[in-house]
């Protein structure tokens, strides 16, 4: 829409509205021209209320002038004796219920008369209307007062009181209405009324349902129209929804005009509601007037209290009237104008305004224009490390201090009260107290080869005061001075064995005093505590609980530190970021652990978890330093180690920036400017202050926000504690601090223009300490400012940070200016351009590094923020704009985070989907799913590093420190929760629904379409129970399922909200042992059956949804009644054990059956039978019985005694011996005619033979062997056979040699679609590079398209891809598993076993969107043919329905296996 449109301005005129006329504009180039005044009218009033200040010009309004007014029609309470009785109904006992219905005429609008009787209590409506041709609820624009809209799917309206009943008349003029629908709630007893346990629904009297033909005046359209983009919210229309929203407002009023609305009644109300300028004459006799000079000062203020808002003219006027209103009041209540305008100057005319947004552009949608930009550049692939094992239980060297310290504390019978260890520059400094006989003994002692003098005092009260000790106290050479006394250290005896160290002690009275305060003097130097005087209890320190667990996964080492320092850290914030910067370079040289640890311990702080000041008065000042001070470190690790960048992201969103200059100190010396300055040192500002003297904290920011909504809502106290409440200050916590807030504010009105003043200075003040994530200090500080004002900030100059781009400073204005803007997406895009602006700036060397970092860390609070603001603007929005917002929180998230490669190759699949949507491309919606499930993966990856990260630190530490154990369970909840991941998975919820519905995907994907009937059990994941054995038929419910798990026994269905691949292991095996295998998309339908726990289901899947219904287990007549007292009879299956034949190596023609397994023999089959464009790889095998021939080679005796132990031990029920003998079988020496014959078969075949590369190639290859024939004892393996009751000695393995193909493409087809059964139809499923994602457990889903055999020109893509991860191997060799226990009649053996390629694969993160498969259509139908004409010319060949698995390399089709499908 056009700029203009912000800027027209429907004028008020003083002519009568029947009188108005609109001059239609001349430009037509925008939606709603202005509307002109017409000549020789004169303005009613020139008031300009814009920016931050008033100007307004007198006018004399014409009082004595009428105006015809006509009112807004709305839905209200109205009576119509001519109701017609509609229904009469008894809804419980004696309360009846009566509904009327009447009708004004044709055109008019219906009455409903509702009205219960013999019922008292609150009673609300719960209703909605029918059209014809929908069933669901429709909500009427027009509805009585105190309607509420309900979850947007209903109206509530509360009925009103009469007698002993209740009534509640409504109007709807809804020419669609059919009928209203609606229930009654009783409030007071949560009692629902209903008609027989169904709505009450009443028919409405037919309407005419067309819309005459006829024409309004343009000019009435173009306002209608205004209107309607008022109500949508302003938005930014293009030309072609312009031309929609104008002729659906001449729409609007063609309907009007049939139910019989005049034309001219059309205009008074619609130029009515333009202007929403009504001036009402005033009710007082002309004798009583209010001078114009004093409604405009009333105005100014009622403008000022309302936060000074950019009014449009129209709004001037009816805040000049309603301003007028006000002072008239006052000269009825007898207050002559004298004393009215007192009152006004003091601020004491009461008076009702709402608080307006501050922003100057509100409704103004202006935006941005993004670069273009080459998202891969945005990649991180810094992946962080642990490297805590080396602190591990290993002991380390003591200090001599640490070994004095043990030593004295062993020497000593004392109860030990309290011991530290302090830094003196490059000394330790111990003060150890102990108590016996009821004295107090401090023994202090130090290394420093220095003489050291003790300056020291004790306190009574007050930790940290200094009162001189008495006479009594004194040790030998001490002299007292002003408040204290100094005593020189005493030097070690050479004939100590702890001559190193000088000591002192000191006896007090335990009763009297309460602690010891202290600096040190060496070489003329004062050595202080971090800047501050050393402070020791006297008072026993508090026992550090018992940790629970062990600390694995922790940095156990630096948590066990932290929880030792805790009680000196509760002294003070000073104290506490002291020993975390003290701790920093342990928690660096840790890894990420280490880092999580500090993290862990911030944030129980910053969350309030732990005490923040305890008998400690600590200087602001000193805070802010020590804020600096880890900050500063901060800095550099950030700098220093990237791979850790997140972690120290988080980290400092927990503490504050810290004072630059002099600030911190600033805060204990401008709250005694804001009490002097505003007459206000008594009461809560004296209690305050003494807090902010005590020891200031992120509370005092909240306080003082409370104060100013508190001045701002006409000293509303109830306004005052809602935002200490919302900020999570309670009346408890308040009296909890050291220097207790007791009272309530309680200001004077003349106060109000100061204190509003100086509180919001003393805000900037509070922030720069406190807050680094505050956004609008945050951007100060980085820009930079000077203050020169009075008392606040004074001669603080913050320089502009250094190399910012050109231009930020008018991009972060602008996202200041759209802060608080309702329409949320300009300032989305301005808070992602600028931190994409700042990104080149964090990745440099700074000294102002902090700076820029704690603006980014703001920038992305307010993304957060900012979306959440904006949900209702997705209410009514379509895909397109649900899209744009999960694209722009994505990006958000992206550049929080570390290793962010799979989120941004997410962000170029929503860049596509949104090209496609736009282009109308009839797969957007299909694509914009796997992009969707996606980043859904992506998201539950970052969340399950986050809880493996952090999770084991918080319960170790938290049990440590005692923090709440709530706290603990969500510790890694609330992190997420706080960032945009949180965002983007509601964002993600909301859209999901519709590209289901667009593509015609449903709530089901149907794998196995199985008839069943059994009991439902919800677990976690498929893998813990899949060796589980179930004893009457069993409907799981399985929230993780992975691919590759095995079906347990009595398991006859498996419902998840996973998506496994169709042709993955699982699946296949669901659908070999005839279970019912489904993903469920819809959360309310997976709720809905884990609500079912323990009940009896009968499941009745089709090709496309699983129906379900509860079953009376005493109702079954029919057979599958039997399945409740047996599970499905085991088919009798047996293995033919196989001989050595005498040969290590076969080639391929020389496959049988009694030398390898199907595999290797279906491969041989095709080499030359199938066409010549599909490649068949050159295969050699090692034959059945090579492992057990080798096995029993001499130069393995030990080797094969050691797996007949394991084997013993498995038949005892042993498990584990599983993992060992595959272990042990690793061991295993190649005979050397093995490997000569293998070597020679291999060449002759055309294969490159690994040991021409070196010896290390070979070691590789006989490596990948052995794995092949380990993986007999697979756990899966093992436990399928024992279901089956193979006899697991029976089980040959045969190893199948092929070169790898390094594929561009992998594929398994079915030649049968297995979801449908339909023969006629070819399913295939593909993905980037080995098929090893396809077929293990890899999560996301595979590209899969069907192809009806008739038209294999014709493939149909059925979802596209969202696996993360593709695998890619060098020119190598595969060694196959072909066992023959795979591929028996009744019993799918395949999958079960692994095959090994000799080299490892790379791993690499997939970026689809440049991947001609997904972005070429004709490529895309290109392979997708060549692979549905490979699988029909195989499935022709051996005349059965086949299992193949190939790959595509340079558009070439290779079959790699081929096997009967199950």
């Not at 003083?14 to 001349?26: F, G, P, R, Y």
């Not at 009673?123 to 059209?131: A, P």
């Not at 204990?668 to 809560?684: A, H, P, T």
Request: glycine share 6%; charged share 25%.
């Amino acid at each position: 829409m056009s700029h203009s449109i912000f800027h027209q301005t429907l004028l008020c005129q003083t002519q009568t509205v029947a009188e108005h006329q609109s001059k239609v504009s001349s430009r037509g180039s925008t939606l709603f021209p202005a509307l002109s005044v017409s000549k020789g009218k004169k303005l009613v009033l020139s008031t300009n209320l814009r920016g931050n200040r008033l100007c307004l010009r007198k006018r004399r309004f014409a009082m004595g002038r009428n105006r015809n007014t006509v009112a807004i029609p709305r839905a209200v309470l109205t009576s119509n004796a001519a109701s017609e009785l509609s229904g009469k109904f008894n809804l419980d006992g004696n309360i009846e219920l009566q509904v009327g219905v009447s009708s004004s005429g044709p055109g008019g609008a219906t009455q409903v008369d509702i009205q219960v009787s013999n019922k008292s209590g609150s009673l609300i409506l719960h209703w909605g209307v029918l059209h014809e041709s929908q069933g669901k609820w429709v909500l009427p624009s027009r509805h009585p007062d105190g309607t509420q809209v309900y979850k947007n799917r209903a109206l509530r309206t509360p009925f009103v009181k009469s007698g002993s009943g209740s009534f509640l008349k409504i109007e709807i003029d809804d020419p669609a209405a059919q009928a209203i629908e609606f229930l009654i709630l009783d409030e007071s007893q949560n009692k629902w009324f209903k008609n027989n346990g169904e709505n009450f629904h009443i028919k409405l009297p037919g309407k005419d349902e067309g819309v005459q033909q006829g024409s309004v005046p343009e000019d009435l359209v173009q306002v209608q129209a205004y209107l309607r983009w008022e109500r949508n919210g302003k938005q930014m229309y293009t030309p072609e929804k312009e031309k929609e929203e104008y002729e659906a407002a001449r729409q609007d009023l063609l309907k009007e005009v049939a139910r019989g609305i005049s034309v001219q009644d059309l205009r008074a109300r619609l130029t009515n509601k333009a202007n929403t300028a009504e001036v009402k004459q005033p009710s007082v006799s002309g004798t009583k007037n209010i001078p114009d000079e004093l409604a405009q000062v009333q105005a100014y203020i009622r403008w000022e209290k309302a936060g000074k808002p950019n009014y449009s003219p129209e709004q001037q006027l009816i805040e000049f009237e309603e301003a007028r209103k006000e002072l008239l009041g006052e000269l009825e209540k007898g207050a002559s104008l004298d004393e009215i305008r007192k009152k006004i100057v003091k601020g004491e005319v009461q008076t009702k305004v709402a608080k307006q947004l501050k922003t100057k552009k509100y409704f103004h949608v202006e935006r941005i224009q993004r670069k273009k930009r080459d998202w891969t550049e945005l990649i991180n692939r810094n992946v962080g490390e642990n490297i805590v094992e080396q602190f591990v239980d290993v002991p380390k060297t003591m200090t001599v201090i640490q070994r004095y310290a043990k030593e004295k504390e062993e020497y000593d019978k004392g109860l030990i009260l309290n011991r530290a260890i302090y830094k003196l520059a490059d000394n330790d400094l111990l003060v150890l107290v102990t108590k016996d006989a009821g004295n107090i003994k401090v023994h202090l002692a130090t290394d420093s080869k220095s003489p050291v003098t003790l300056h020291w005092a004790l306190s009574r009260s007050t930790p940290g005061e200094w009162l001189v000790p008495p006479a009594s106290a004194l040790p030998p050479g001490s002299v007292i001075m002003d408040k204290a006394a100094e005593t020189p250290f005493n030097p070690g005896s050479p004939s100590h064995p702890s001559f190193e160290v000088q000591s002192l002690d000191i006896e007090v009275d335990g009763d009297t005093f309460k602690g010891i305060t202290f600096v040190t003097l060496s070489d003329g130097k004062w050595i202080k505590n971090n800047g501050s005087d050393f402070y020791v209890e006297f008072s026993e320190k508090k026992k550090i609980q018992k940790a629970s667990g062990d600390g694995k996964g922790t940095a156990k080492f630096l948590l066990d530190r932290i929880a030792e320092m805790e009680s000196e850290a509760q002294k003070s914030f000073m104290h506490r970021f002291n020993i975390a910067s003290e701790l920093m370079d342990q928690a660096k040289n840790a890894g990420q652990l280490g880092l999580a640890g500090i993290l862990v311990w911030m944030r129980f702080m910053a969350t309030r978890q732990l005490i923040w000041n305890k008998n400690y008065n600590v200087k602001p000042r000193e805070i802010s330093q020590a804020q600096d001070r880890l900050t500063d470190l901060l800095q550099d690790a950030y700098t220093s180690y990237p791979q850790y960048r997140e972690l120290v992201r988080m980290i400092l969103s927990t503490v504050g920036r810290g004072g630059e200059g002099d600030v911190g100190q600033r805060i204990r010396d401008e709250i005694l400017v804001i009490q002097r300055k505003n007459e206000c040192k008594g009461g809560m500002m004296e209690e305050w202050h003494q807090k902010l003297h005590n020891n200031t904290s992120p509370d005092d920011v909240v306080i003082c926000q409370a104060l100013i909504d508190y001045i701002n809502n006409d000293f509303d106290i109830g306004v005052y504690w809602k935002t200490l409440n919302d900020n999570g200050i309670t009346k408890e916590r308040l009296l909890s601090y050291d220097r207790a807030i007791h009272s309530e504010p309680n200001f004077r009105r003349d106060q109000k223009e100061g204190l509003l003043r100086d509180l919001g200075n003393y805000m900037r003040t509070l922030k720069a300490v406190h807050s680094g994530a505050d956004l609008e200090s945050a951007i100060t500080n980085c820009l930079g400012y000077k203050s020169e004002g009075q008392g606040f900030m004074v001669g603080v100059q913050i320089n502009p940070v250094s190399g910012l781009p050109s231009g930020f400073p008018q991009l972060v204005q602008f996202v200041m200016e759209h802060v608080e803007v309702k329409y949320v997406e300009p300032l989305l895009e301005g808070l992602l351009e600028a931190r994409q602006e700042l990104r080149p700036s964090l990745n440099k060397s700074q000294s102002r590094l902090k700076d820029l970092l704690f603006l980014d860390v703001a920038l992305d609070s307010t993304v957060r923020t900012a979306v959440e603001r904006g949900y209702e603007e997705l209410n009514n929005a379509g895909p397109e704009k649900i899209m744009y917002f999960i694209f722009l929180v994505l990006e958000n998230l992206a550049l929080s985070s570390d290793n962010n490669e799979d989120l941004i190759y997410c962000l170029k699949g929503w860049e596509i989907a949104l090209s496609m949507c736009k282009s109308k491309d009839t797969h957007w919606a299909l694509y914009a799913k796997s992009v969707l499930d996606r980043t859904r993966l992506a998201l539950a990856t970052k969340s399950e590093e986050y809880h493996n990260i952090l999770q084991p630190s918080a319960e170790y530490l938290g049990s440590l420190l005692g923090v709440e154990t709530w706290a603990v369970e969500i510790f890694t909840e609330e992190i997420i929760r706080a960032g945009s991941a949180a965002s983007l998975s509601a964002l993600l919820n909301r859209l999901d629904p519709v590209l289901r519905k667009t593509a015609n995907l449903g709530s089901w994907q149907v794998i196995s379409p199985v008839e069943t009937i059994g009991y439902v059990v919800v677990v976690d994941e498929l893998l813990s129970v899949q060796n589980k054995s179930y004893e009457r038929p069993t409907i799981l419910i399985a929230k993780s399922v992975r691919g590759e798990e095995e079906i347990p026994d009595g398991a006859v269905a498996v419902l998840t909200p996973d998506m496994p691949d169709v042709l993955s292991h699982v699946s296949v095996r669901a659908r070999n042992s005839k279970v019912c295998f489904a993903t469920c998309f819809d959360p309310s339908i997976l709720a809905d059956l884990e609500s079912k726990k323990g009940k009896l289901l009968s499941l009745k899947p089709t090709s496309a949804e699983v129906v379900y219904s509860e079953v009376n287990e005493g109702e079954l007549i029919d057979e599958k009644s039997s399945h409740l007292n047996e599970v499905g009879s085991v088919p009798s299956i047996s293995l033919v054990k196989k001989q050595f034949s005498g040969r290590y190596a076969v080639s391929s023609e020389e496959f049988t059956g009694e030398m390898v397994g199907a595999k290797s023999r279906n491969i041989s089959y095709l080499k030359g039978k199938v066409p010549s464009w599909i490649g068949i790889p050159t295969s050699v095998a090692l034959p059945f019985g090579v492992f057990e021939h080798v096995l029993s080679d001499k130069s393995n005796q030990v080797v094969a005694e050691k797996v007949n132990v394991l084997k013993r031990k498995l038949t005892e029920g042993d498990f584990s011996a599983l993992k060992d003998i595959r272990e042990t079988v690793l061991q295993l020496n190649a005979p050397p005619q093995l490997v000569e014959e293998l070597k020679t078969k291999m060449k002759s075949s055309g294969m490159p033979w690994p040991g021409d590369e070196g010896e290390q190639r070979w070691e590789q290859a006989w490596k990948a062997i052995k794995k092949v024939w380990g993986s007999k004892w697979n756990e899966r393996a093992y436990f399928s056979t024992r279901k089956v009751k193979l006899d697991h000695d029976y089980l040959s393995m045969a190893v199948l040699v092929q070169e790898v193909v390094n594929a561009d493409y992998a594929f398994v087809i079915h030649t049968t679609n297995p979801s449908s059964g339909d023969s006629s139809e070819i399913y295939t499923e593909v993905v980037k590079g080995l098929g090893e994602t396809l077929v293990g457990a890899y999560p996301g889903r595979a590209l899969s398209f069907i192809c009806k055999k008739h038209d294999l020109d014709s493939p149909q893509v059925l979802g596209y891809p969202s696996k993360p991860i593709g695998l890619y191997i060098r020119r190598s060799i595969i060694f196959r598993s072909d066992s023959n226990g795979e591929d028996l009649e009744g019993y799918a053996g395949a999958g079960l076993y692994d095959s090994v390629p000799m080299d490892e694969e790379e791993k690499v993160v997939l970026d689809y969107s440049s991947d001609p498969l997904i972005v070429d259509g004709s490529f895309r139908k290109s392979i997708l043919s060549s692979i549905a004409r490979a699988g029909n010319a195989i499935e022709e060949l051996y005349g059965s329905p086949q299992d193949i698995e190939g790959v595509i390399r340079d558009g070439k089709v290779y079959v790699v296996q081929t096997r009967p499908q199950m």
